[in-house]
Structures are given as C-alpha cells and as structure tokens.
C-alpha cells in the first residue's frame, strides 16, 4: 500500500482506502457500543439483584476500576504490539478476543446463582477491557496509515465521533434492552443473557469488517526494549515538566474524575427513583440518565469545538469550570426525579464538553511534535488514576449511605475551588473570551486568509481603523491571541484600566514617541501579536486616512513581520461614523456582517507605509469584488452598479435624499445615480423634468451640465474625465476614466471634527482629483497611476495619466 507521504501528494484518496477507512470507523463504533452495552448489562443486572451480593451492591464501582487498569498495565505493550505487528492483524485477533469474552460472560450469566457467577463476569470483562485496551492504540495507527497526515486531522474526528455515538449507544440500548426483557421474564439472569447473546452474534459481523479491512504492513525494526513495560510512567514525567502541559494534563484528570463520578452517583440515583426491583423501570431509567449526560457532554463538545474551530479559546475552560459547579448544583437542589433535575444532568455534561475540548487541544498544542505521543500517554494514565480516585470516593460517600443528591451537592464544592484556581490562572483568557463572545454575537465576523497570519513569532497587524469595535473584531478573527495598543489618557480611565491591564493592552503615549515605540517592540520581540491603527483615528469619510510612519520603526526593532488587515463592511455599524454620528443609530443587523482580509506578511524592513497602503487597498478590492450584492447587478449594468457601491462606501448622503441626474437617459452617470437608489435603501431618483418638485437634491452632472444647476440643491457631484480644475468650487468633483466609465476618486464634504481635536480629515483638496473611492488595487508605473480591479470577472484597467497618489489618499496630477 502506499506510504504516508504518497498519500498526503495524491489528490484523492484510492477507493480501497476509503473503503478500510469506513471499516475501522464501523469497527470502532460497534466495539465501543459492545463494551459499553455489556457493562451496562451488568449493572442493570446488579441493580435488580444487588441485595444477594456485595459484589452487585458496588457494581457499578467495580466495573469503573476494572476498565481503566488495562490502560494503565497494558499500555506500553499495546502500543508495542501496534507498532511491531500489521494494525489490521492486531484489529482482527482483537475482534476475536472480543468474542471469546462474550462466550466466557454469558456462560458465567447461564450460571445464574452459581457461587461467584458475579465475580466470573468482571474477570471477563476485565479481559473485554484488554482487548479495548489494546485496539485503542492499533486503530488510531492505522488511521495514518490509510488516510495519510494531510487527512489525519478530519479521519481523527470521525473517529472520535463514531466512538462517542457507539458509547452513547451502547449504555441506553443495554439498559433499555434488559429491562424490556426483565419485565417479560422477570428473570434477572436471563434477562441479560440473551442480549448477551444477540451481542455475540453482532461480534462476528465485526469480524468479518475487520478482515476486509486493507492489509498493512509490520515492522520487523521494532523490538521490545528492557523497562518498556513502565514507559508510560516515564511519560508523567515529560507532562509534569512544563507547566503549561500540566495544568491542562491536570484539568482534563479532573473532567474524568467528574464524569466517572457522576456515572456511578447515577446508578445511586436509579436505585433511589426505582426501589421496587420487581420491575425493569431500574434499568430503563439509568439507561435514560446515562443517555441525557452523554448528550450533554457531547452538545458542550460540539459547541466548545465550534467556538475554537479558529483558535483555541481557553476562557472556555473557567466558564465550563463554573458551569460544572452550577449543574452539580441544580441537579442535586432539584426534586427527585424531576424534569428540572434531568435539566442539571444535561447541563453538567454541556459543562464538562466546554472544559474538557480547549483542554485537550492546548495541551497538544503546546507539546512538541516529538513529545506528542508520550504526553498523550502520560495523560491517558492521568485519566485513569481519575477514574480510580472517583471510584473511591463515590465509594466512601456509598458507605456513608448518602443519597444521589447529597452526593451531587458534595462534588460541586471541590468542583468550585478548582474553577476559581483556573479563574485565577487565566483570567485574561476568560475576559478576552466573554468580550469576543459580546461581539460575536453582534457582529458576524467572517475571517479570510487568516492562515497568512505567522504562527509563531512577533506579528504586527495594521488594519483600517473605521469603527469603536475594530480592535475587538480583529481579535475575534485572529486565530492566535492579540494585544491591542490604545492610548494612554483612555487607558488610565479609572473605570477602564483594571479591563485593559487584564486584556494586555499596550498604553502608547503621543507626547513620549519613543516610548511608544519601545512599549510595541518590546511586546513584538516576546513573540506577541500586536495590533496597532495606522490611522491613529477612526475615518470619518469612509476612506484609508493617511498612515503614520512609527510602526516602521515598532516593526524594525521589535523584528516583527507585518501583516495588513482590510475591515470591509463594517462602515454603516452603529460604532461607525455614517451618517455623520456615532452610536446613536439603529442597528441595521442582528450579527453585522463583516469581514476581516488579511494580507501576506511583509518583512519590517519593507514595510513603509507606501507598501502598506497599497496592500489595504489591494484587500479592499478583493473584497469589494467579492461582495454578494454583485448578485443583484445586470450584466450590462456592472460599470454603473460598480460606481454606485463605491459612492455608497462614502460619508456624503443623508437619508431621504432625491438623486437628480443632470446627464441625458442612457449615459453612464444617469445609470450609475439610479444604481444609486438600489443600493441606498430610502432613496429616489428624478430627472430634469421634475426637479422643482423635489427636496433635499443631490445633483450629479458634467462641467457642461453645470449651468443647469438652480442654486437649490443640497450637494452637487461633478463626474467627469477631465482633470483641470472645475469652474465652479462649491461642486464636489469625481474622476471618472473615458475608457471604462469606472468612477475612480470622489470628493466629499470635510467631515466634522471634535472641538480641540488636532487630527484633520480632509474630504476635498485643492489641485487634486478627489480622494481614491475603496475597492480599487493601484500601482505606480512611469506613465501615471494604474487602476485595476475596476469589476468582476474583468481584466479592466484604468490609467490616469502623470497622475500619483498623496499620503493622505489624494489623487494628484
């Protein structure tokens, strides 16, 4: 078959190996609801006869203890045994093994009330748990071997998927099924053998996937090595060096010792809501709460990995910690068998799937890639030492005869101690969190090509500054964590500070440069990402303000790459300025759209703020261009619709403006101010003919127009091609190319600015052709300024003769 690195360059998977992929998964899952079905059986079983046995009494304890100590005995052979030998040999013998336990539980069940049929049973179960001990090691192997690396991550996952489906399965089906059987027969035994049996015949059709599964190789290279057997131990070792590792390994330990003990406090529960054991609504109902934990835990899963499917959220770990002591509590404050207390079970298995997912995935993060497997090892014996510490302790609280509630109660008050330990350890990561989560839930962030943000190292990022919330929007589209820079007189803010120091926000001083610069670099040489705007103040026209040069210098002594980031979408929100205010506008969206375009990362010493510059443009326009309102645009009616998106991208319109074209039916500029009514919802459009009978005009015309104009109207655009100076000044003008009929630059009203603020937006600039509209890449070349990206699916440019480009986004010629 080929080897891992031929698998990871074809572009398809060969058919035999999505076909042995399909096999393990069915494997897999029906192994785990066989294991789970069985143990299941026997404790429904124990539940009906545990006054004839101290064995049955505890049942639910002895199986716990009895399937984690393979894993913790076996371990290092079994990953010896997947290592030397074909994965799919050891499958097979593992299927077989599998039967013949089956034989050996249900000759022990035939036994019925032979002295010790119970004890019988768990040294057969004992063996189940070897077999699952040793497949667990030679199905996640042979994985890489059929799917290859490249494919590794998404055939993982379904594994991991089966598996929890196969679990879930099999605990409500054994418990359903023994006690439909047991209210028929009324007979305990019995009633577990002859599921038992059915299970026995399913395991030979296991067989049968297992030996159509592909063969693989063995490896004669691997020997068994003197002090292999407590190599897993050694593995403690590596997990407990860093802390980082730990305390995740440590986290996770928890979450099993919760979920174990929340399993055997069930069985407790089931007896307390069921005492009459003449009935099998015992086993039915633990088969029911087992059932609704699982699914909790597996809907906080899927939640949790939803939320971190872009980078790993570790403020998920104290929430779901303090989730976890709340169920607990609902579940044991709840009435007995009240829908409100299955409410606290769901809700404390939802808990625990938010704890336990951002766990697992830091700590492999942070292993290195030679260490992956022994701290998986180490952690897996972790878990296991948790099962058994949760068997004590339901244990001693099962001795001291208290109730399911009690016990539900008694696990919430270490559970509280250990959030608040975790709060206390990340709470940035847990403020950082909530606050992402306030604006994921406002806006709907979309990030694109976050995968050119490096991994590793120092990153500056340099995003468009256009609303309040910008800093939160980058953050929540970053896959790795950002520190944002801010101003120190908002920074030292009483009510403000405490939030900011949490978040690691940089204070950057506009009297101390030097400073500043130093307060960044330092932050960039320690491997952060730090997001800084260029702009140093929000738009108030729509348009990239000029960049200022002191990330040049951030970027170069802090060795940093730069990475530019294009915000689109998010001028119009109420954090915005359109319409000439901030806040105070209705919300046009529940989730605002936006999207968040990163650039490729450039070297600090190429970054200027020229370089810079065009990069955002050139982001700007590739997601103008991928707009879904091009959608609602005729093919003959780009050009124009392309010229009314853009001037819709602008600070110039009020609401209830009447649009007047002064240019003939047909022209370019008549089409593009009626594109301009679809685009601006509240708009209208009139001609020549009734413009006395309209308010609040805003005239578009030529320089030959302009004697049309009465002196009446609101605002007056004058769109052309022609570069001279216009003759009447108190027109806005607009460059439009002759080739194309592509609106290039605009000018629009000076936006206000606050009283004492020493920043200057500009609208308009004497001696140029208006600012460059958004959505358009340019480039420099000896004869003028080129424009492209002008509309989709379109190689269009523009050249505007002898023509460059200002600092402040002026055309000039």
């Known amino acids: 078959m080929p080897d891992s690195a031929a698998l990871d360059n074809a572009p ?28 299941m059986l026997l404790i429904a079983l124990s539940i009906i006869i545990a006054k004839d046995s101290w064995v049955g009494r505890h049942m639910e304890l002895w199986l716990g203890a009895i399937f984690s100590l393979p894993y913790m005995i076996f371990a290092p052979l079994a990953g010896y045994w997947s290592d030397r030998f074909s994965k799919r040999k050891v499958i097979v013998w593992m299927q077989v093994m599998q039967i013949i336990c089956f034989v050996w539980l249900a000759l022990a069940l035939w036994m019925k009330r032979v002295p010790g049929s119970l004890e019988i049973c768990l040294v057969g179960f004992f063996v189940l748990a070897v077999q699952a001990a040793v497949l667990s090691p030679a199905k996640m192997g042979i994985m890489k071997e059929l799917a290859g690396s490249r494919r590794l991550g998404r055939v993982s996952g379904w594994l991991q998927v089966t598996m929890l489906a196969g679990i ?36 030979i059709f296991e067989l049968v996937a297992a030996i159509c599964i592909q063969s693989t190789p063995s490896h004669t290279e691997v020997h068994w090595r003197k002090g292999m057997a407590l190599e897993h131990f050694e593995s403690l070792k590596i997990v407990f060096r860093r802390r980082s590792i730990r305390l995740a390994a440590l986290g996770v330990t928890y979450f099993w010792f919760i979920s174990n003990a929340l399993s055997f406090i069930l069985v407790t529960l089931t007896k307390e809501l069921h005492p009459d054991t003449g009935h099998g609504d015992g086993p ?4 029911k709460v087992a059932g609704i934990l699982g699914i909790g835990v597996i809907s906080g899963s899927i939640f949790a990995s939803h939320v971190s499917r872009n980078r790993i959220e570790l403020g998920l770990i104290p929430l779901g910690g303090f989730g976890l002591v709340a169920g607990l509590l609902w579940s044991g ?44 090892a180490g952690m897996n ?14 244990g001693l609280m099962k001795w001291m005869e208290l109730t399911a509630s009690t016990q539900f109660l008694l696990l919430a008050i270490p559970t509280f101690f250990a959030a608040v330990y975790i709060m206390r350890l990340l709470p940035q990561d847990l403020v950082r969190f909530l606050m992402l989560a306030a604006v994921r839930f406002t806006y709907k962030v979309k990030p694109v090509q976050m995968e050119r943000i490096p991994a ?13 919330v910008d800093a939160l929007i980058v953050g929540s589209a970053s896959r790795r964590p950002v520190r944002f820079v801010m101003w120190d007189a908002l920074y030292h803010l009483w009510w403000l500070k405490w939030l900011m120091r949490l978040i690691g926000t940089v204070p950057i001083s506009a009297t101390r440069a030097k400073d500043a610069i130093r307060a960044v670099a330092a932050a960039l040489k320690e491997g952060e990402i730090v997001c800084l705007f260029p702009e140093g103040q929000i738009t108030r026209h729509g348009m990239v303000n000029e960049l200022l040069k002191g990330f040049e210098l951030m970027a170069r002594q802090g060795d940093a790459q730069v990475v530019p980031v294009y915000l689109d979408g998010l001028y119009g929100s109420i954090f915005s300025f359109q319409g000439g205010k901030f806040f105070t506008k209705r919300p046009k969206h529940l989730r605002y759209p936006v999207e968040v375009h990163f650039g490729e990362a450039l070297a600090a010493r190429v970054a200027t703020s020229e370089v810079v510059r065009h990069a955002m443009l050139a982001l700007s326009a590739e997601a103008f261009l991928k707009r879904k309102s091009w959608h609602h645009a005729e093919a003959d009616d780009l050009v124009p619709f392309a010229n009314a998106l853009r001037l819709a991208e602008i600070e110039w319109h009020h609401a209830g403006d009447v649009f007047l074209s002064l240019e ?28 006395s009978h309209a308010t609040h005009i805003v005239a578009f015309c030529t320089r030959n127009t302009l004697g049309q104009l009465t002196g009446h109207e609101r605002l007056v655009f004058c769109l052309d091609s022609d570069s001279s100076p216009l003759p009447q000044t108190t027109a806005l003008r607009g460059y439009m190319d ?33 600012r460059l509209l958004p959505g358009f890449t340019i480039s420099s070349t000896p004869e003028g300024l080129t424009i492209s990206s002008l509309i989709p699916a379109a190689s269009l440019t523009a050249l505007i003769p002898s023509a460059k480009m200002d600092e402040q986004g002026f055309l000039m010629v």
Not at 383 to 392: I, W
């Open 12 to 39: 398809h998977l060969p058919r035999r190996n999505w076909a042995s992929i399909v096999l393990v998964l069915f494997v897999q899952a029906m192994n785990s609801f066989s294991d789970n079905f069985v143990k």
């Open 168 to 203: 879930l399965g099999g605990m409500w089906a054994g418990g359903i099924w023994y006690g439909t059987e047991y209210e028929k027969t009324g007979d305990a035994w019995m009633s577990a053998l002859w599921p038992l049996i059915i299970i026995s015949i399913m395991g």
């Open 284 to 287: 039915m109902e633990l088969a």
């Open 333 to 376: 404050l709840a009435p007995l068998g009240s829908s409100w207390m299955y409410a606290g079970i769901i809700f404390t298995g939802a808990a625990g799937g938010c704890f336990m997912v951002p766990l697992y995935a830091f700590a492999q993060d942070k292993a290195e890639k030679h260490e992956k497997a022994r701290i998986h």
């Open 381 to 394: 014996l972790m878990d296991c030492l948790g099962t058994l510490v949760a068997v004590a302790i339901v």
């Open 456 to 468: 590793t190292g120092g990153v500056l990022l340099l995003p468009n500054h256009v609303s309040y």
């Open 664 to 691: 003939p039916p047909g022209s370019i500029i008549h089409r593009t101010v009626k594109a301009l009514t679809q685009v601006l919802p509240g708009t209208k459009f009139i001609d020549h003919a009734t413009q």
């Open 738 to 770: 002759a080739a194309t009929g592509i609106l290039i630059s605009a000018e629009v009203p000076n936006p206000p600015m606050p009283a004492n603020d020493k920043d200057e937006q500009l609208g308009r600039k004497a001696g140029t052709l208006g």
